[in-house]
Structure formats: C-alpha cells, structure tokens
C-alpha cells in the first residue's frame, strides 16, 4: 500500500524546464528527469488537490508498458533506477518511486489517439455527423458501444486550452505522410496489443492517446503510455454499452465536477476528501489488475 504525502509539487535544486499538468521536468543536460507529481487536471484544469498515490501509479504502470511493448517500439526512457541517476538527482527522496531518467525528443505537436470504443469526445462527435475526426461510423451506435475495429482519431496539442481532434489528412499535411503514417501505424498495434492483454486481466482499454518524438532519428513512445491519465480503463466484468461506464480512471473526478455546477474555468475547485481519496484507489485498482503487484 502506498502511503506516500500528496505531493503537488516538487522542488529539487536542480534545473526546472519546465512544470507540465502532472510532470515537472528537470534539465539534466543530456537528459531530461520526469517528476510525477499527484496533481490533477480536470476539463484542461488543474485542480487545487492532488490524488494520492498518483504521480508514483503514472510511473510504475507506464515503466510496466515501456517493458511490455519494447519489442513495438522503443521509448524515451533511460533508467527509473534512482541509483543509476546523476548523482545531484538521485539524494532527493522525492524521485523514489515517482520519476524517470528520460532521452532528450523532439516531440511531434500531435496527440496519438486510439479509440476502441465509442465514448468521450468521440461519442458527442458521432452524434453530430456520424463520423469521428472525418472517419464514417456505422449508424446507429451508442455510447459506450464496441467499434467494429479500433480507429486512430489525432488531436493537435495544445499548450493551453483544449486539444482539438482533427483528421489524418491534417496531420499528413503538417508533419507529411510517411511520418503520419508511421503515427497513425504504430498508434493502433500498440493499442491493439495493450487492448488485448488488458483483457486478460478483466480490463477495457476503451481508448487512450500516445505521444511520439524523434531522438537521434528514430521515433519512439514518450511521456506516460496506457495509464488512467491517458485512457479509459473499464472493468470488463460491469461492461454494459449504451451509457456511461464503471471507470478506473479520473471519470469519476470529471463526473462530480459536472455534478456540482463548475463552469470548466480555472480557478478549479478543491476536491472532497473522500472524492480524492476514491479516486487514488481507483488508479491503484487499475496498477494491480494490469501488472499483478501491489504498488
């Protein structure tokens, strides 16, 4: 059982490049060193509270996919092995658990998105004009509904603000096919993979987004990979299609937001306790059904 203190923010005397909605990022010259905080972001807001336990899930469950997917394509990762850190980063307690040494990227402006399954975004998209990101659906689906096959739908990533999902030709014009195509190619086999391991262990992953860059040439998996910050975990065994799902992942902070009236604009409010607290169980509950260990 994890029982560190919700850590909203790090501060390591080292060099700051900068503070993401979960990640703060240190400049280590030729790396990079990822600090998960327990901050969490709702409607493109960061909240006021931080989840328990959180920062260290995102690490561990994204180390379990960089491990099980190695063979798809590489990733950014150095080392988690605080031991193996310089030494100006390794003496701070903070990184145990919660941080990773990282290659320099350069990150393409794109986030890589699966959807297995009808929701979100998508499912109000569909709605509309029976497409999602210009690809035709069959009529008649409903949220939460299975796709007949997993459909790769990018957003542009924005820095502040929502990301705005847009159609494969969009990002063929500005980053150009070969590398679209690689994009949109490795996107649905990780996916796929991810899906139909997850599936062994009682879990849906309905859908989630990846994100690439370029080190020396070669494209690999960066930032976090298939963890309930980036997808919709469902527990398969309460699956039932045609409204919203059980989820192990923040739904259920959107979902008391919604109920409580926030108008989506920063500031965001604090969480209740008990929200928090569930909420840190939820992403725990995801790590142990998809890797097997208690965090």
Known sequence: MCQDEVLLKSKLSLSLAGRGKVR?????????LFVATDRISAFDCVLASGIPCKGRVLT???????????????SHLITANVEKYPRRASRHPSVRGRSMLVRKAQMLPVECVARGYLAGSAFKEYQTNGQVCGIPLPPGLRDGDR??????????KAVTGHDVNVPFRYIA???GVDVAGQLRDLTLEIYSRAARYAETKGII????????????????????????????FWPAESYRSGGPQFSFDKQFVRDYLESIGWNKQPPAPPLPEEIAVKTGEKYRQAYQAITGREL
């Open 24 to 32: 703060d990022i240190y400049d280590l010259g030729d790396s990079l």
């Open 60 to 74: 561990q469950l994204s180390l379990f996919w960089f491990d099980f997917l190695k063979d798809v394509v590489p």
């Open 147 to 156: 796709l007949p096959e997993p459909i790769f739908t990018p957003a542009t």
């Open 173 to 175: 014009n500005s980053l």
């Open 205 to 232: 992953i309905a859908d989630t987004k990846f994100e690439f860059g370029f080190v020396g040439g070669e494209l690999v998996l960066g930032d976090e990979v298939l963890t309930p910050d980036s997808s919709r």
